[in-house]
């Protein structure tokens, strides 16, 4: 019992991982933008859908087939922010607006790729071999998942924290009319918040790819998930939707062992409405005064 949680524990945190990334863009444009983009969930699943086109079709290696799937998923989200986000975000349209149109173009997409795709699921060959650590066994793909995750979210959190448009980005999340004062761009800063949210989602869909199956409806739980993490992290707060995204994923994978799929499921979203009445703004966010 002792070696099945250990290695549940890695699995979860492999998942975890992939909801922490979702999450993070997720935070990042409801930071910045002050919306919720609902079409998040399926830029995630184009990642691994384009990662396993490029592979099988191209015949391109993973890591190339990975990084191109990435620039693909920045090029469709520019065109959503062009066509979903840019024309209904003024502040008379109100951010259901976006909401509602983003949500639109999530059933576009997933539908397309139903309509071109179909409904089969497909496996992307990653990174081979595994290590062990006494009973424990790491795949190459899931330490590729753990190791490249890190790095993400350490090179998000420098350039968000070192650059100057990392600082534009804080400075119009803290105050659109104080960063519109000091000559920022607000809509420039806005569409590069997006475009960067998105690829950290194409990212996370290209590493999953190989761990577990590529299907269409997989940008549909994404997005879910994404958003029980972000409100019990907190609504715009980074940290809170790493380490929330990272909890979740674990407790998903120990619940596994001693329970069905649905309690499981049942128990995480318990959890969501605690939060809600327990603490609104989530485990870090500020407390309501």
């Known amino acids: 019992m002792y070696e099945l949680l250990l290695q549940q524990a890695v699995n979860g945190l492999t998942q975890g991982m992939a909801y922490a990334l979702v ?10 933008l002050h919306v919720i983009n609902f079409a998040h969930g399926e830029l995630y699943m184009l990642g691994g859908l384009f990662a396993v086109l490029a592979s099988t079709m191209l015949g391109l290696p993973y890591a190339a087939a990975a990084a191109l799937a990435v620039i693909a998923v ?33 059933l576009l997409l997933h539908q397309g790729v139903l309509a071109t795709w179909g409904p089969n699921p497909a496996r992307l060959d ?38 100057l448009v990392g600082r534009r980005i804080r400075a119009v999340a803290q105050s659109e009319f104080a960063a519109r004062v000091v000559g920022i761009d607000v809509m420039r800063i806005r569409t590069l918040t997006f475009l960067g949210a998105a690829a950290v989602a194409g990212a996370a869909g290209a590493l999953i790819a ?80």
């Not at 761990?211 to 907190?234: N, Y």
Request: overall charge positive.
């Open 126 to 163: 990653g990174i081979g071999g595994s290590l062990a650590f006494g009973p424990v066994v790491v795949t190459g793909a899931r330490l590729l998942v753990l190791v490249a995750g890190v790095v993400i979210l350490a090179l998000v959190e420098y350039v968000l924290r070192r650059t």
């Open 210 to 289: 190989p761990v577990s199956l590529f299907t269409p409806s997989m940008g549909q739980h994404a997005i879910i998930t994404a958003f029980v993490v972000v409100v019990i992290g907190g609504m715009g707060n980074a940290t809170g939707a790493v380490v929330c995204g990272l909890l979740l994923g674990l407790l998903e994978a120990l619940a596994s062992a001693f329970v069905p799929q649905e309690i499981g499921t049942a128990i995480i979203y318990a959890l969501l409405l605690v939060t809600l009445l327990v603490r609104p703004n989530g485990l870090f966010g500020a407390r309501a005064s």
């Open 74 to 106: 920045v090029a469709v989200a520019a065109v959503v922010d062009a066509i979903a986000v840019r024309p209904v975000l003024p502040a008379r349209d109100g951010p259901s607006t976006v909401l509602l149109s983003t949500f639109a173009v999530s």
């Open 23 to 32: 999450a993070l863009g997720l935070t990042m444009i409801f930071g910045v």
